[in-house]
């Protein structure tokens, strides 16, 4: 970080995701040996069991409600199903992000006049098409990570969410989801119909892409500063230039607003989805690589577990290195400047707002959900995915070393050059904001509290701790 924080039934055709890579028809084969060769983490077998039903994500549990009689879709003429899923499911209309550019199985039916929607919480990803033939959804499940369901558009007696298989994970298991099933923002050159322009780069985002390469295919609103050399968004690549100049003009093209549920394509919401995509990825795979070495372990000792101190060193790097990789992703450390392109304008747009509302404060009144948009996405560097089901189901002892390695930056006692740029009194603030809101937290947390009489969180049923 350059600049110091402030205190302060199953589906047998392809799906896509909801954010932003198209599935092409590629074959089984093909996925296993790309598995097998490109080093992505074995999924399908044992331990992990990608494809088992048993599933506690939100929509899974939707499903259950709605076969159960407690639940009930309605459908709009004009939106189908999409208000009653977002209402369901708690994710709201204003997270809405509008992507123009042709990166899902529908890419037919999407252009700059008719983009995709997209709408986020915390857990699931929905994306809708305009005239679309489904609804397309992505489930965070507490163990498995990323589920991936379609929901017919046709209006039925009985919508259900139908789990689609092989032809998902094929395109969503890549270097940009880090080798296991997940999500992952794609900005590319577009051209005025969506395609990616000729000979053009593409870019992954995340929380440490530069602004400058996000949003390309996308529309971002707000009252930031805009400019066709800040970044990709709004842009097109101008009809007839030569292949691979990558130069862009303002977009053209104008879409119906009163065909969408908001008229926005709120910049807050994209810097949130920049952040939370590679978290749930780098959760997942912190998830899976530890029940991988753990299975692997106990087959080396005649089948019997082999419990955390006695593991091999070779076991233990293989969760150690993406937990590692994953703390320094909760602390934004190397996250890019916002500095110069004035986010903190959107900081009250109705996104924002209802974002920051959903976060639990401290007695200071402080959430890991406040917004900074100054210089960092947020005010206190650590991420609110720590509240996450899927946060903490980690399994050990990689959980273990995740808050460990955290405790050791947020107190400062971790002073190497990775974590300089994140100020002492920030550290401190988002350090006691976790001890005052976070459950579960580990005993090294708990003693470090006590001995300086600083608020803890109630602790799960069961377990020795004291209360703030």
Not at 66 to 72: M, R, S, V
Not at 109 to 122: G, M, Q, T, V, W
Not at 211 to 223: A, L, S
Not at 252 to 263: E, G, I, R, V, W
Request: net charge neutral; hydrophobic share 35%.
């Amino acid at each position: 970080m350059g600049n110091k924080r402030l205190a302060g039934g199953r589906v047998q055709r392809s799906i896509l995701i909801p954010l932003a890579i198209a599935c092409g028809a590629l074959l089984l084969s093909k996925a296993q040996i790309a598995v097998k060769n490109q080093g992505y983490v074995p999924f399908s077998d044992a331990p992990i069991n990608y494809r088992s039903d048993k599933l506690s994500d939100p929509v899974a549990k939707l499903q259950q409600r709605l076969d159960n009689g407690e639940a009930k879709l309605s459908y709009e003429s004009e939106h189908g199903y999409l208000r009653s899923v977002l209402k369901e499911l708690s994710i709201p209309v204003d997270s809405q992000t509008l992507v123009f550019s042709k990166t899902s199985f529908q890419y037919k039916k999407i252009s700059p006049e008719h983009p995709r929607a997209l709408y986020f919480n915390d857990d699931v990803y929905i994306g809708q098409v305009h005239e679309g033939k489904a609804i397309e959804v992505v489930s965070f499940d507490p163990m498995q990570g990323a589920i991936f369901y379609l929901l017919d558009e046709q209006k039925v007696e009985k919508p259900k969410f139908e789990r689609a298989e092989l032809d998902c994970t094929q395109c969503h298991i890549a270097a940009g989801t880090r080798g296991v099933p997940g999500v992952l923002l794609r900005s590319i050159y577009p051209t005025s119909t969506g395609t990616q322009a000729t000979s053009t780069r593409s870019f992954i985002t995340d929380q440490e892409s530069q602004i400058k390469n996000r949003w390309g295919g996308w529309y971002v609103t707000g009252k930031f500063s805009v400019a066709p050399d800040l970044s990709i968004g709004n842009s097109v690549v101008p009809d007839g230039d030569n292949a691979g100049d990558e130069k862009l003009a303002p977009i053209a093209a104008k879409f119906d607003k009163k065909s969408y549920l908001t008229p926005d394509s709120d910049v807050v919401a994209h810097l949130v989805l920049a952040h939370q995509t590679q978290a749930h990825n780098l959760i997942t795979l912190t998830n899976y690589r530890a029940r991988i070495a753990a299975f692997q372990a106990a087959k080396a000792n005649d089948g019997k577990p082999v419990d955390a101190a006695s593991l091999p060193e070779s076991a233990r790097q293989q969760y150690e290195r993406p937990a590692e990789q994953l703390v320094r992703y909760l602390v934004f450390a190397n996250e890019a400047s916002l500095s110069g392109f004035g986010f903190e304008a959107d900081a009250k747009s109705d996104f924002a707002r209802d974002f920051v509302a959903h976060g639990p404060r401290d007695a200071k009144g402080r959430s890991l959900r406040d917004f900074d948009l100054k210089v960092h996405t947020f005010r206190y560097p650590c991420s609110y995915l720590v509240y996450t089901e899927s946060f903490d189901n980690i399994p050990e002892p990689a959980k273990g070393y995740v808050y460990h390695r955290l405790f050791q930056v947020l107190t400062g006692e971790d002073q190497s050059q990775d974590f300089v740029g994140i100020s002492p009194e920030a550290k401190r603030a988002a350090l006691e904001i976790l001890l005052a809101t976070k459950r579960g937290l580990p005993e090294e947390w708990r003693s470090y509290a006590q001995s300086r009489r600083l608020r803890i969180a109630a602790q799960p049923v069961g377990s020795s701790h004291i209360h703030g």
